[in-house]
Structures are given as structure tokens and as C-alpha cells.
């Protein structure tokens, strides 16, 4: 088990994994920030952050997440350290992966630093302050919650912080449409005939995420 996981295939299969997990928080995390759009008093938005945020479930989630990107971070940097390695070995495979792979699969490197910078940057503004303070408290129904509303119109009011939500949304949006069919395909769930739809799904699926993240912030500069 323990020379499996630290094979190259090993290594891509956690990838996958935590890959598809991370795929999965997206959808959910992107559903609950549409809903800052849908009502400008922040009750709606706010009474779902509340519920994800003290709901049990979303509690054992929260640590799996954590793990799921440190995981998904750490394995892709080694393989693409591994990669490099190899590839200067070989003149061939060196001239193979330039002629044959699409721009987002040639630079997952690049784009995975991207929204590596610009998690950091989100973390540190939106999560750090809504677990350690440094947000303000409303009462909506007769119940107690922080404003994440208002941080993050706050927030968004500012032009340079939509900009980068923008680029990071861009970002995110090349490296899924790569990474989806990649890890169906790495998990050994893609054939010919499938990898072409497993292509068109990501496609879709990089569109609606990349899309969805960017509109939010340029509504609220906009409206
Ligand atoms: C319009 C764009 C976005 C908005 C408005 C937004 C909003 C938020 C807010 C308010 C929180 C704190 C939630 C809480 O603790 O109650 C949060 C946390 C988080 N966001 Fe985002 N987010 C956006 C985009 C993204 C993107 C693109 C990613 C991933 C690349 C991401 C990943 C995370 C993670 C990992 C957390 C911490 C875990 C959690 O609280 O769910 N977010 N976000």
C-alpha cells in the first residue's frame, strides 16, 4: 500500500480523488454565493452561510476539505516535480507534450499557483474573520448570526478585489476543464467514446463554475 501511493499512478489517483472532492465543494459553495444576488437585504445569503456553518455535517466537512486541498496541493506539486525531472531526461517525451496537449493541460502547474495565491488571499479575508472574528453579528427571525453579507459587499465594493475574484474565477475555470475529464481518466473511468464526453461535461461543468464565481463579483460593482 504504502510503495502504491508513493507510485507515480498512486500518486495521480489521490490527485483524482481529492480532485473530484474539491470538484464537488465547489458546486455546493458556488450554489450558497449565487444567493447574495437574489435578495439585497443578505437575509437569504446570510441564513444559508448560518445553516452551512453550524450544521453538523458541514463540521466533519470543513477538516475533510482542509485535508482535500492540502492533499490535492502537495501530491500535484510533487508530481509535477517528478514530471520535470523525467521529461529533461527525455528529448522525446519532451517534444511529445508540447505538440500534443492543449494549453489548460500544459500549465495545470501554473494555474493550480494561481488559485493556490488567490485561496489565500479569499481565506484569509472571508473564512479567518467569520471563524475569529472581525464580523458583525445580525439577528434574522429571532436568530444570532454573523453578517457575511455585509463583509463581503464590503468587500466586493472594491474594484482591484473583483478584479482579482475575476482572474481567480478565469483561473479556476482552465484548470477544472483540464482536471475533470483528467481525473475520470486517471481513476480508469474514461474510454474513447467517453473521454470525449467526459471532455464536453468538464467543459460545461468549468464554464458554470468559472462563470458563476466571476458574475458575483461584477454584479456587485455593477448594481
Ligand atoms: C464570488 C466568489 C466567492 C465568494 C463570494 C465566496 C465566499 C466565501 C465566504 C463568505 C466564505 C466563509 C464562509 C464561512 O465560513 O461561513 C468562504 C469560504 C471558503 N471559500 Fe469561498 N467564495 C468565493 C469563491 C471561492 C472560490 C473560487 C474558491 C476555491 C477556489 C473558494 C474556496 C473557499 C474555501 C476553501 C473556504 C473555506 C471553507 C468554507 O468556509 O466553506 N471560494 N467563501
Redesign the pocket.
Known amino acids: 500500500m504504502k510503495g502504491f501511493i508513493k507510485s507515480s499512478i498512486g500518486k495521480k489517483l489521490i490527485m483524482s480523488i481529492s480532485g473530484l472532492f474539491l470538484i464537488t465543494f465547489?458546486l455546493v459553495?458556488l450554489t450558497l454565493?449565487l444567493m447574495?444576488m437574489f435578495d439585497n437585504t443578505g437575509e437569504l445569503f446570510n441564513t444559508a452561510?448560518n445553516f452551512?456553518?453550524t450544521n453538523p455535517i458541514m463540521k466533519i466537512m470543513?477538516p475533510m476539505?482542509a485535508v482535500g486541498?492540502l492533499v490535492h496541493i502537495i501530491y500535484g506539486a510533487v508530481l509535477e516535480i517528478q514530471n520535470r525531472i523525467a521529461r529533461g531526461s527525455s528529448k522525446y517525451a519532451k517534444f511529445d507534450q508540447k505538440k500534443s496537449s492543449k494549453w489548460a493541460s500544459r500549465n495545470m502547474i501554473w494555474l493550480g499557483i494561481a488559485?493556490f495565491a488567490?485561496?489565500g488571499l479569499?481565506?484569509a479575508n472571508?473564512?479567518m474573520k467569520?471563524?475569529f472574528g472581525g464580523v458583525a453579528e445580525i439577528t434574522i427571525h429571532g436568530v444570532h448570526m454573523?453578517d457575511?453579507y455585509t463583509?463581503?459587499t464590503d468587500l466586493f465594493a472594491i474594484w482591484w478585489y473583483d478584479l482579482i475574484?475575476v482572474i481567480?474565477?478565469i483561473a479556476?475555470g482552465l484548470h477544472l476543464y483540464h482536471g475533470f475529464w483528467s481525473a475520470f481518466q486517471s481513476i480508469g473511468l474514461s474510454n474513447d467514446i467517453w473521454r470525449k464526453r467526459l471532455e464536453a461535461i468538464g467543459g460545461i461543468y468549468a464554464v458554470v463554475v468559472a462563470g458563476g464565481?466571476a458574475i458575483?463579483?461584477i454584479y456587485f460593482l455593477i448594481f
Do not use: D, Q
Open positions: 465547489l459553495h454565493n447574495l452561510a452551512m456553518g470543513e476539505l486541498f488559485i488567490f485561496l479569499h481565506v472571508f473564512f467569520v471563524k454573523h457575511t463583509l463581503v475574484y481567480g474565477a479556476l464565481f458575483i463579483p
